[in-house]
């Protein structure tokens, strides 16, 4: 059909009983405009041919499909065969375009998702490391441990036969995360002998590694055997479990490898670069690194030192409770303006007042006067007020200096508990080994075995709970800084100095008596000031006459106000002088308890100093002589597992009793320079 120079096809549709029968359709009758009828069959040509059953479309355009399997191959190779064949060969009339769909496109959009997924996965890694360490350089020697893990992840893959895919990638990902592990384990083994003490850094290596190989092997073993039934999977679902679980084996299987043997070395490296210590240059201390680093690690952030001083200087710079007494002090000084206000300024007018036909006005002006020890009074009592809060400020400090120092010290005590506990940990962990040992080889019963075991497991409990105890003391200290940032304990535990009391009378220096002493002065001041308000008070005033235009008469007046009735006055000031008892009561009774305390204070620290002279040089070298007889003893078969694990839990509690004496005797000190207001 023709419309100008515009061409349309015509598309017909027929009843279904008539659409079969091409003689029927020839003969189909066409209306004509001039109301005549003619045959289809003469201006069509009407066959059967065959077309598609359906047209498929796809964005509004025609698309014809063909598929294709793929076995042995992986999809992108083979798609990139296939355009290179068409692009080559196939002329396409104009229009007409080529598109790659099915599970290739399903790889494509995968592929560009993983781009970004990958390195946001390798950058999440790295940044959590670096919070756990607080180190870069550390947080590179574990992140090492990912390039070792994709190189046995390819290997595994080509060995399999497998080609890379997706699930392949998402198994890279996964390893990445586990890998690390065993570096965390190592790394931080390491830190904690650190701190524990141990300066050599090859000592350091063959130690932690020797400590720390079952718990690398386990944490390799744990991930990798979970994985096997995946990567021998025949059910549905294989061709994505295979890949995965392939790379994720073979990966543990090089990083825990490879890890053992590098990272130690690397340790050192940088280790040595940071202190410019101990050079390890020879092959054979190499070897040595290599070899026992074959045989680990607990995380722990590495984090400032806090010292007691950080620690009052950031609870004086935060607490809120000195910041509202430094405002309350300063609101008192704004109130002292407010001493020498006088009574409102009067302005007063008056008109016809004079019975005449003139008109006349008057205009005049009256203030108001108190005496002038009535003004001295008030401020007098305003600047006490000052002084009152000041001295509330100071014993807001000095409060909070003790209780900055208690937490601290109390954290300082729960820290050296722990550390007892891991050395502790270490002489039931040697001795489990050595019972084992025994029972191995026919020596021992297996009572003996069992015991060690408990007796390791219990102290593990133990570890648990005294780092339960670091943590809710480090909280009580951060309440008191106003912060929650974490702190690590310096490795010293010391006591504090003693405090020579040659001069009982220090204490009544204490702030919360110079306090109360101050609030009694301000009492006193406020009885003044209640009896100053029922003095007269005087009026001064001048006012200007008129009685005509012209003439004017002016004239003064002095007025006296005496207040009568002195009721409300004198019930004021009783009730200030009672209030002034009371403050003095209070300061009585506050001297009396503070002298009480100092006292007590002062006996408790005798008591605690001859507590620590006989650990000292009695108690501590006795219990390392139990601990170093019991062990020789028991190894050599003098005595039995019983009278060994006793020796060594007396020895520990000699040890710990010790440090509960320093942290006692601390707190009697901070208690004393509480009083004496240090």
Same mark, same amino acid.
């Given at each position: 059909m023709y419309e100008g120079e515009k061409k349309f096809d015509l598309v017909v549709r027929i009843a279904k009983s008539a659409n079969t029968d091409a003689d029927a359709l020839r003969a189909l009758l066409i209306p004509l405009p001039n109301g005549k009828q003619i045959p289809l069959n003469e201006i069509a040509d009407v066959n059967f041919i065959s077309s598609p059953a359906q047209i498929s479309?796809?964005?509004?355009?025609?698309?014809?499909?063909?598929?294709?399997?793929?076995?042995?191959?992986?999809?992108?190779?083979?798609?990139?065969?296939?355009?290179?064949v068409l692009d080559a060969k196939l002329k396409l009339p104009e229009g007409y375009y080529v598109a790659y769909g099915g599970q290739f496109k399903n790889l494509q959009e995968a592929k560009n998702r993983l781009i970004i997924a990958v390195p946001v996965a390798l950058l999440i890694i790295f940044f959590l490391l670096f919070l756990t360490f607080r180190s870069t350089k550390e947080a590179l020697i574990i992140f090492s441990a990912i390039p070792l893990a994709a190189i046995g992840g390819i290997l595994a893959l080509w060995m399999r036969g497998m080609n890379f895919s997706i699930s392949a990638g998402v198994g890279f990902i996964a390893l990445f995360g586990v890998a690390v592990l065993n570096g965390i384990v190592l790394i931080s083994y390491y830190n904690r002998l650190k701190e524990e003490g141990e300066e050599d850094i090859t000592n350091r290596i063959l130690k932690g590694s020797a400590a720390r190989l079952q718990p690398v092997l386990a944490t390799?073993?744990?991930?990798?055997?979970?994985?096997?039934?995946?990567?021998?999977?025949?059910?549905?679902?294989?061709?994505?479990q295979k890949p995965l679980a392939t790379v994720v084996i073979g990966g543990l299987f090089s990083s825990t490898l490879l890890t053992l043997f590098v990272l130690p070395v690397l340790y050192s490296l940088f280790y040595q670069k940071r202190k410019k210590k101990m050079k390890i240059n020879t092959t054979a201390n190499t070897l040595l690194l290599l070899i026992f680093s074959m045989i680990g690690f607990n995380a722990k952030a590495q984090t400032n030192t806090l010292t007691l001083q950080n620690a009052l200087d950031l609870a004086t710079k935060n607490y809120p409770a000195i910041q509202?007494?430094?405002?309350?002090?300063?609101?008192?000084?704004?109130?002292?303006?407010?001493?020498?206000?006088?009574?409102?300024?009067n302005i007063n007018t008056?008109?016809?007042?004079?019975?005449?036909?003139?008109?006349?006005?008057?205009?005049?002006?009256?203030?108001?006067?108190?005496?002038? *020890?009535?003004?001295?009074?008030?401020? *007098?009592?305003?600047?006490? *007020?000052?002084?009152?809060?000041?001295?509330?400020?100071?014993?807001?400090?000095?409060?909070?200096?003790?209780?900055?120092?208690?937490?601290?010290?109390?954290?300082?005590?729960?820290?050296?508990?722990?550390?007892?506990?891991?050395?502790?940990?270490s002489i039931f962990a040697d001795?489990?080994?050595?019972? *084992?040992?025994?029972?191995?080889?026919?020596?021992?019963?297996?009572?003996?075995?069992?015991n060690a075991t408990l007796q390791h497991k219990d102290l593990i409990l133990q570890l648990a709970q005294a780092k339960t105890k670091v943590s809710f003391y480090l909280t009580d200290l951060q309440k008191w800084?106003?912060?929650?940032?974490?702190?690590?304990?310096?490795?010293?535990?010391?006591?504090?100095?003693?405090?020579?009391?040659?001069?009982?009378?220090?204490?009544?220096k204490h702030p919360v008596l110079q306090f109360l002493q101050q609030q009694v002065t301000a009492k006193e001041l406020a009885i003044k000031a209640e009896k100053a308000k029922g003095q007269p008070s005087f009026n001064l005033g001048v006012n200007a006459q008129s009685l005509d235009k012209a003439k004017y008469f002016y004239y003064g007046g002095v007025g006296v106000n005496i207040p009568l009735f002195k009721n409300g006055v004198k019930a004021r000031?009783?009730?200030?002088?009672?209030?002034?008892?009371?403050?003095?009561?209070?300061?009585?009774?506050?001297?009396?308890?503070?002298?009480?305390?100092?006292?007590?204070?002062?006996?408790?620290?005798?008591?605690?100093?001859?507590?620590?002279?006989y650990y000292q040089t009695e108690g501590l070298p006795m219990a390392e002589s139990i601990i170093n007889a019991a062990q020789l003893s028991y190894k050599s078969g003098d005595i039995g597992y019983i009278e060994y694990i006793q020796n060594i839990k007396d020895a520990i509690k000699i040890k710990t009793d010790y440090l509960a004496a320093i942290n006692s005797y601390n707190q009697t000190i901070i208690q004393l320079n509480y009083l004496l207001n240090r």
């Open positions: 479309r796809d964005d509004a355009e025609r698309r014809i499909v063909i598929e294709a399997n793929v076995r042995g191959r992986d999809v992108e190779s083979v798609v990139k065969e296939i355009q290179e390799a073993a744990v991930a990798s055997l979970g994985f096997i039934p995946m990567a021998f999977s025949t059910s549905a679902g294989a061709e994505v509202q007494a430094t405002l309350q002090t300063q609101q008192q000084q704004a109130l002292t303006g407010t001493a020498t206000i006088l009574e409102p300024f008056g008109l016809g007042q004079i019975n005449s036909n003139v008109f006349d006005y008057n205009i005049g002006v009256a203030q108001g006067f108190k005496l002038p *020890n009535a003004y001295k009074a008030e401020k *007098n009592l305003l600047k006490q *007020n000052v002084s009152v809060a000041k001295s509330y400020e100071t014993v807001t400090k000095n409060e909070l200096i003790k209780n900055v120092s208690n937490a601290y010290y109390n954290w300082l005590f729960s820290w050296q508990e722990y550390s007892l506990l891991l050395q502790t940990d001795y489990e080994k050595y019972a *084992n040992k025994k029972y191995q080889v026919g020596e021992s019963n297996k009572l003996e075995k069992i800084m106003c912060t929650s940032e974490q702190y690590k304990a310096p490795l010293q535990f010391t006591q504090l100095p003693e405090i020579n009391l040659n001069d009982t009378s220090l204490v009544n000031t009783q009730a200030a002088k009672f209030e002034s008892e009371i403050a003095k009561k209070e300061l009585d009774k506050t001297q009396q308890e503070i002298s009480t305390l100092f006292l007590q204070q002062n006996q408790l620290q005798q008591q605690s100093l001859q507590q620590l002279k």
